[in-house]
């Protein structure tokens, strides 16, 4: 029996991406100026990952001032108001506070106040992490419109000598407003994590060991091939499960867009789908590099910016990294 002095959520049947915002670094750095202290060159480095450039935030660009222009850009061509956000979800490995939230000041910023504010550490997978709770937040009720932001300064956490990540890494920030839709927009969200690989990808000491003075400061590593292998094998799984649970086949996409983690991934990803012609497969990773939880909607923004996809057609987007986690869905592209 319903209490009567209890509220009660009206929910809707469908969710649906309404629009996406973007911010990148405003530096473009080369392959030749990260080469050098790996002791690398511009060839490898395009043979191993086909990265080009990748874009960096100077002192100047916070990841929160990256984070506020991709989601003014997300509401406005959504035609919302911010007091009608309902919840604002911040994926991010880099915000440098570990409390209060990044989502809490962003939510501040821009007009959101009092919304629900919080922060998910999933790494490269937090953005499609954020639009499988941002659905379900919709479709209970709880939230008309919420707004989901991967983001990340990762140039804040590089060791230049590292050879095994940080010559791959960008900053930037992408934005995504997702309401209540007549029609299905958000395909059931396939999601997980795979916590024997925890170590895989992750920092080069906890801050415990910075205070103890036992380390210097903690900067990003990851075993290389322990993370392809796993990327291009298992989330080829995922994505393959991710279609099933859309009910559509690999030909019904007009594009997949997945987390631009390493061009040689992506290609292999497309190859164990089948992917026909007719599919366009994000790149953004040659001109911005890996952004981490920034990667999926940055490179589905650039896509339609460019005219390369129209809005209302369909995109598997996967995200994948350290925890290891997964999430994937797909998407009516906006």
């Not at 598997?316 to 998407?331: C, E, K």
Request: aromatic share 6%; net charge negative.
């Amino acid at each position: 029996m319903t209490h009567p002095e209890l509220k009660q959520y009206t929910p809707v049947k469908y969710s649906r991406i309404y629009s996406l915002g973007a911010a990148r670094g405003d530096l473009v750095v080369t392959n030749e100026e990260v080469a050098g202290p790996i002791d690398s060159s511009d060839e490898w480095i395009r043979q191993r990952t086909g990265i080009i450039t990748r874009r960096r935030a100077s002192a100047s660009l916070s990841l929160m001032d990256m984070a506020e222009q991709a989601s003014n850009e997300a509401i406005k061509k959504a035609g919302i108001d911010p007091q009608e956000i309902g919840a604002v979800i911040f994926s991010t490995i880099t915000h440098p506070h570990q409390t209060p939230s990044a989502a809490a000041l962003l939510a501040e910023k821009i007009g959101a106040n009092p919304s629900p504010a919080f922060d998910i550490s999933a790494a490269c997978a937090g953005y499609c992490y954020g639009v499988a709770q941002a659905d379900a937040l919709v479709r209970s009720g709880m939230a008309k419109y919420v707004l989901v932001i991967g983001g990340e300064k990762l140039s804040d956490f590089i060791d230049p000598t590292d050879r095994s990540i940080s010559f791959l890494l960008g900053d930037g920030a992408g934005a995504a407003i997702i309401g209540p839709s007549d029609t299905p927009g958000i395909s059931p969200t396939v999601w997980g994590s795979d916590g024997s690989h925890w170590d895989a990808v992750g920092m080069s000491a906890s801050l415990l060991e910075l205070r103890d003075g036992t380390a210097t400061w903690p900067t990003l590593r990851q075993e290389g091939q322990t993370v392809f292998r796993w990327a291009v094998w298992e989330m080829a799984k995922v994505a393959k499960r991710a279609l099933e649970a859309a009910g559509v086949e690999p030909e019904d996409l007009s594009a997949m867009v997945t987390h631009q983690a390493n061009m040689r991934i992506i290609d292999e990803l497309a190859k164990q789908l089948k992917l026909p012609e007719s599919v366009v497969v994000a790149r953004d990773i040659v001109y911005t590099g890996n952004t981490s939880a920034a990667s999926v909607p940055l490179a589905m923004h650039a896509l339609l910016e460019s005219g390369e996809v129209k809005s209302g057609g369909l995109a598997l987007q996967i995200g994948f990294g350290a925890g290891l986690a997964f999430g994937a869905q797909v998407v009516v592209l906006p």
